[in-house]
């Protein structure tokens, strides 16, 4: 040991490895802008990869009609950009919203490889594309993952602002705020919504069968005990219920405990169901829990045996109350002679509103005192250093109208509590909805498919007689033999809506019929969303129908992975380019007419590139191979010490 040195006391060691499991600010600030990077780039390479099928000119929903704007200011028009795009760049709409997508995964990239490249201006032009196709993307891509992809990424822009100073630890404690509203929501709105089986906790006897594309392992999942299914659910409140509080605490070790359980919630929701990039997006945006402060020397400073005291006492007792107080609410007991666990609500509505009503104000008091004290900490670390002063000014002016902005939606949780927001939040909220700042959440409000999955099965023919063939989808259930896939983070975003579909009615779904359109044209672009068309340009399909099935998953000690029961006819036999069914599409906009586009060097290539990687790459591979980027450039400059 040097002259000089001061040896540590064993304490000071124990609680040095203690904080280990923590991060610094400007480590935490870098991996929520890489990983905000890293998440863009699977959405934009996700989405590029179906353009063609879903927003090409013949496409399923063409994106043209929603390029044409009459306003004066074109300010005013949906997707600014992608106007201005395509009016400086002339080329299809639909190369243009490639282009688009495609310059923002270049600039996502950049954002990883380069620190200097992790500006406010970088992330601000990488949101504005996201915004503007989601502006156009209609059905297929107004999903919450999408919302919440645009509110994380304005917060980026916020924690990117400058460089590395007090001001971040403002920044990140929005992230946390963002967390604490999403989870806190999602699991209020279960039980807001009166269904059931989340009053019954018998949600996950119904969810892994219905959800949208599970995994194979949910299979193995859904033939669990109910009792252990019951308690699954039971804790998944828990998780939504009584953690998120826990985020805005003070007491670092509360929020590691909060956070690490709501990325291993994610972890368990990943392998049972492909939910493209939520679940990254959402265990990102939780590293912020895990931040602990500036540097070690703050750290350092705090480390006394009795601050270590206080915080192990403050940790057990919070986390003893919350669970005392959910396993009395939710009648938690185990049978150790059964070997089981019980569980059951033990509370009523009208307990619960009123849980809810104390529950959202707490949160918005404690937001509000939790962000006021990351300000007054910024300003006393800040001293005399003007650039700090500029840094923290321009986090605390966007980040407290982002704050603000964030109790309209919040409140609707409950009416009592959204009555007291002052009328002045509620036009500046009205004012920027339409740049997607904040929104309302709410996962998994109600089960559907308590009878069994609903699934859609699109057959076609050559002749009106048949025979008829079972057209299968890339993703969703359909052939009963079939595995149900891994395609996670990416989405397939046909499928989704297929799901949807089958929830309602063809007539409901113009999209529906403008698929079935394409594909009895034998359109390639559509035809490649799919696994398996059983028919090509020699031997063309000629009609199409759809018949409703209620599938469910096989036996344990049966064959395959489904079972289906016929329910009866989803769509009439439709022939290709039928009068009405021509003018039905095109009185939706489905059809645009037939247009000569500029044809340059530049959109020419494009395409070229497009039919290259739809035709040689399958869309889930495609992503990945995208996304590989990512460790490959981080472990490169690691490796070369850059």
């Given at each position: 040991?040097?002259?000089?040195a001061k040896a540590k006391p064993k304490e000071r060691e124990g609680l040095e490895e203690r904080w280990s499991t923590t991060l610094t600010t400007g480590q935490t600030k870098s991996i929520l802008l890489i990983g905000q990077s890293s998440i863009y780039l699977i959405a934009f390479a996700s989405l590029f990869w179906q353009i063609p099928g879903l927003?090409?000119?013949?496409?399923?929903?063409?994106?043209?009609?929603?390029?044409?704007?009459?306003?004066?200011?074109?300010?005013?028009?949906?997707?600014?950009?992608?106007?201005?795009?395509?009016?400086?760049?002339?080329?299809?709409?639909?190369?243009?919203?490639?282009?688009?997508?495609?310059?923002?995964?270049?600039?996502?990239?950049?954002?990883?490889?380069?620190?200097?490249?992790?500006?406010?201006?970088?992330?601000?032009?990488?949101?504005?594309?996201?915004?503007?196709?989601?502006?156009?993307?209609?059905?297929?891509?107004?999903?919450?993952?999408?919302?919440?992809?645009?509110?994380?990424?304005?917060?980026?822009?916020?924690?990117?602002?400058?460089?590395?100073?007090?001001?971040?630890?403002?920044?990140?404690?929005?992230?946390?705020?963002?967390?604490?509203?999403?989870?806190?929501?999602?699991?209020?709105?279960?039980?807001?919504?009166?269904?059931?089986?989340?009053?019954?906790?018998?949600?996950?006897?119904?969810?892994?069968?219905?959800?949208?594309?599970?995994?194979?392992?949910?299979?193995?999942?859904?033939?669990?005990?109910?009792?252990?299914?019951?308690?699954?659910?039971?804790?998944?409140?828990?998780?939504?219920?009584?953690?998120?509080?826990?985020?805005?605490?003070?007491?670092?070790?509360?929020?590691?405990?909060?956070?690490?359980?709501?990325?291993?919630?994610?972890?368990?929701?990943?392998?049972?169901?492909?939910?493209?990039?939520?679940?990254?997006?959402?265990?990102?945006?939780?590293?912020?829990?895990?931040?602990?402060?500036?540097?070690?020397?703050?750290?350092?400073?705090?480390?006394?045996?009795?601050?270590?005291?206080?915080?192990?006492?403050?940790?057990?007792?919070?986390?003893?109350?919350?669970?005392?107080?959910?396993?009395?609410?939710?009648?938690?007991?185990?049978?150790?002679?059964?070997?089981?666990?019980?569980?059951?609500?033990?509370?009523?509505?009208?307990?619960?509103?009123?849980?809810?009503?104390?529950?959202?104000?707490?949160?918005?008091?404690?937001?509000?005192?939790?962000?006021?004290?990351?300000?007054?900490?910024?300003?006393?670390?800040?001293?005399?250093?003007?650039?700090?002063?500029?840094?923290?000014?321009?986090?605390?002016?966007?980040?407290?109208?982002?704050?603000?902005?964030?109790?309209?939606?919040?409140?609707?949780?409950?009416?009592?509590?959204?009555?007291?927001?002052?009328?002045?939040?509620?036009?500046?909220?009205?004012?920027?909805?339409?740049?997607?700042?904040?929104?309302?959440?709410?996962?998994?409000?109600?089960?559907?498919?308590?009878?069994?999955?609903?699934?859609?099965?699109?057959?076609?023919?050559?002749?009106?007689?048949?025979?008829?063939?079972?057209?299968?989808?890339?993703?969703?259930?359909?052939?009963?033999?079939?595995?149900?896939?891994?395609?996670?983070?990416?989405?397939?975003?046909?499928?989704?809506?297929?799901?949807?579909?089958?929830?309602?009615?063809?007539?409901?779904?113009?999209?529906?019929?403008?698929?079935?359109?394409?594909?009895?044209?034998?359109?390639?672009?559509?035809?490649?969303?799919?696994?398996?068309?059983?028919?090509?340009?020699?031997?063309?399909?000629?009609?199409?129908?759809?018949?409703?099935?209620?599938?469910?998953?096989?036996?344990?000690?049966?064959?395959?992975?489904?079972?289906?029961?016929?329910?009866?006819?989803?769509?009439?036999?439709?022939?290709?380019?039928?009068?009405?069914?021509?003018?039905?599409?095109?009185?939706?906009?489905?059809?645009?007419?037939?247009?000569?586009?500029?044809?340059?060097?530049?959109?020419?290539?494009?395409?070229?590139?497009?039919?290259?990687?739809?035709?040689?790459?399958?869309?889930?591979?495609?992503?990945?191979?995208?996304?590989?980027?990512?460790?490959?450039?981080?472990?490169?400059?690691?490796?070369?010490?850059?």
């Amino acid at each position: 040991m040097g002259a000089g040195a001061k040896a540590k006391p064993k304490e000071r060691e124990g609680l040095e490895e203690r904080w280990s499991t923590t991060l610094t600010t400007g480590q935490t600030k870098s991996i929520l802008l890489i990983g905000q990077s890293s998440i863009y780039l699977i959405a934009f390479a996700s989405l590029f990869w179906q353009i063609p099928g879903l927003y090409g000119e013949k496409g399923i929903t063409p994106i043209a009609p929603h390029l044409q704007c009459e306003e004066a200011n074109i300010l005013n028009c949906r997707s600014v950009l992608l106007m201005l795009l395509q009016k400086y760049v002339p080329m299809a709409p639909s190369l243009s919203m490639a282009l688009l997508v495609l310059s923002a995964m270049v600039l996502s990239l950049i954002t990883v490889a380069f620190q200097s490249a992790r500006t406010s201006f970088s992330y601000f032009l990488i949101w504005l594309a996201y915004v503007a196709v989601y502006e156009v993307g209609g059905t297929f891509l107004w999903f919450q993952w999408d919302s919440l992809l645009l509110e994380s990424g304005f917060l980026a822009v916020i924690l990117a602002a400058f460089n590395d100073g007090p001001a971040d630890q403002v920044a990140i404690y929005l992230y946390r705020w963002l967390a604490c509203r999403l989870m806190f929501a999602s699991g209020v709105v279960k039980l807001q919504s009166n269904c059931p089986t989340w009053w019954g906790l018998t949600a996950l006897e119904v969810h892994y069968e219905s959800q949208c594309i599970p995994t194979p392992i949910a299979w193995y999942f859904h033939h669990l005990p109910g009792w252990f299914n019951r308690f699954a659910v039971a804790l998944t409140f828990y998780i939504e219920l009584y953690l998120p509080p826990l985020f805005l605490v003070p007491f670092e070790s509360v929020r590691w405990f909060a956070g690490v359980n709501q990325i291993l919630f994610m972890g368990l929701i990943m392998l049972t169901g492909n939910y493209n990039f939520f679940n990254l997006l959402y265990s990102l945006i939780c590293v912020a829990l895990l931040e602990v402060g500036p540097d070690n020397t703050q750290r350092e400073k705090r480390q006394s045996m009795l601050m270590w005291l206080v915080e192990t006492i403050v940790f057990v007792g919070t986390v003893a109350a919350s669970l005392w107080h959910f396993c009395k609410w939710f009648s938690v007991e185990a049978d150790w002679s059964r070997r089981v666990v019980d569980s059951e609500i033990a509370f009523d509505r009208s307990e619960f509103d009123a849980a809810v009503r104390l529950a959202t104000e707490y949160l918005i008091y404690v937001g509000a005192a939790g962000l006021f004290w990351k300000v007054f900490v910024a300003l006393w670390r800040n001293g005399k250093s003007f650039f700090n002063i500029l840094h923290l000014t321009f986090v605390v002016a966007i980040g407290g109208f982002i704050f603000a902005v964030s109790l309209v939606p919040f409140t609707q949780l409950d009416r009592s509590v959204a009555a007291k927001i002052p009328p002045q939040i509620r036009q500046l909220h009205e004012l920027t909805s339409k740049f997607h700042l904040v929104n309302s959440y709410g996962l998994f409000r109600s089960m559907t498919g308590l009878e069994g999955r609903p699934e859609i099965v699109l057959e076609g023919s050559d002749g009106p007689s048949g025979p008829w063939k079972e057209i299968e989808f890339y993703a969703k259930p359909g052939n009963l033999n079939r595995s149900p896939p891994f395609v996670v983070p990416h989405q397939p975003r046909l499928d989704w809506q297929m799901w949807f579909a089958a929830l309602g009615t063809y007539q409901q779904n113009p999209w529906f019929v403008s698929m079935v359109h394409q594909l009895l044209n034998n359109n390639t672009n559509v035809v490649r969303l799919l696994e398996k068309y059983p028919f090509t340009k020699d031997q063309p399909m000629k009609f199409a129908r759809a018949h409703m099935y209620i599938y469910h998953y096989s036996k344990w000690n049966g064959s395959g992975w489904w079972t289906r029961d016929f329910q009866g006819e989803y769509m009439p036999t439709l022939t290709r380019n039928a009068e009405p069914i021509l003018d039905f599409l095109a009185k939706q906009k489905l059809i645009v007419k037939s247009q000569k586009y500029p044809s340059t060097k530049l959109s020419s290539s494009l395409a070229k590139l497009q039919r290259h990687i739809t035709q040689k790459i399958d869309q889930t591979v495609f992503v990945w191979s995208v996304l590989s980027t990512v460790p490959l450039i981080l472990i490169t400059k690691r490796i070369l010490g850059f």
